[in-house]
């Protein structure tokens, strides 16, 4: 890891590639990590491994769908230890059964990451330093909409857009933005799936992944490369042969 990334904060670390990337990056020279979750016990649990490995470690219990909130949290943060990096990664996928659920995707995955990333930006371009990076986490379903999950894909594919057009606009105030298109990664929304999960994989290789391609600045960090490519090009079949083919697949439950 760089020697200029030291000081990183991670939404929704108490699991999956969250949880990943905090122990990953305490086992590779962070000497800040700044965690938030919505389950203590958990939440805990890899405050306590990142501790072993020698990082400090900041934990709060929030809800980053609450913009006033996560402003103060993050403004805290960076007084503690200007920040570097800065992971939007809490998510939800909850299915389509009933509005609420529909809303609570809609909210913790969009807002959830204007509520991360927007303060992090303002507090980024007050005080430049030599390493500003914005993470993030969309999904390989954010490539089309799915009709599997209408609102998973929907809102995936609305922070992947929004994060590419935040690169060419921070371009000018040096802030680096990487977004993140993993696929199946285990997780405890992947630990929920009974449809079929190709190319499956565990969350520290995908940490792993990730952590590569922030350290090389590269705009999309898309994973694995054959469902990246499928996705890609079923995004560029004509509709009704698209949705031909989505219509045969699995439903996610």
């Not at 991360?116 to 007050?126: G, M, N, S």
């Not at 929920?192 to 290789?205: E, I, L, S, V, Y």
């Not at 350290?215 to 469902?227: G, Q, R, T, V």
Request: charged share 20%.
């Amino acid at each position: 890891m760089t020697e200029t990334i030291k000081n990183i904060l991670i939404t929704g670390a108490s699991s999956g590639i969250g949880e990943a990337l905090a122990e990953y990056y305490a086992q590779n020279g962070a000497q800040n990590l700044f965690l938030c979750g919505r389950n203590k016990q958990r939440l805990q649990e890899i405050c306590a491994r990142c501790e072993k490995h020698g990082a400090k470690v900041f934990s709060e219990i929030i809800d980053v769908c609450n913009r006033d909130q996560m402003a103060h949290w993050i403004a805290d943060c960076n007084e503690k230890a200007p920040l570097n990096l800065v992971f939007a990664n809490a998510g939800v996928s909850t299915g389509e059964e009933n509005p609420d659920n529909i809303y609570n995707t809609f909210n913790t995955n969009i807002m959830g990451v204007l509520n991360t990333i927007t303060p992090a930006i303002e507090l980024y371009k007050k005080h430049p330093c030599n390493k500003q990076i914005i993470a993030i986490t969309s999904s390989i379903a954010g490539y089309h909409g799915l009709p599997s999950c209408p609102s998973y894909s929907a809102t995936k594919a609305c922070v992947k857009a929004y994060g590419e057009a935040l690169r060419g606009s921070l371009r000018e105030n040096n802030i680096q933005v990487s977004i993140i298109c993993p696929g199946f990664v285990k997780s405890r929304i992947t630990d929920k799936n009974t449809c079929p999960m190709p190319f499956f994989m565990q969350a520290d290789k995908a940490a792993k992944i990730i952590a590569d391609g922030i350290e090389k600045n590269h705009s999309l960090i898309a994973f694995p490369w054959p469902m990246r490519f499928a996705v890609w090009f079923m995004s560029c079949l004509p509709n009704c042969i698209g949705d031909f083919i989505y219509a045969s697949l699995p439903h996610k439950v």
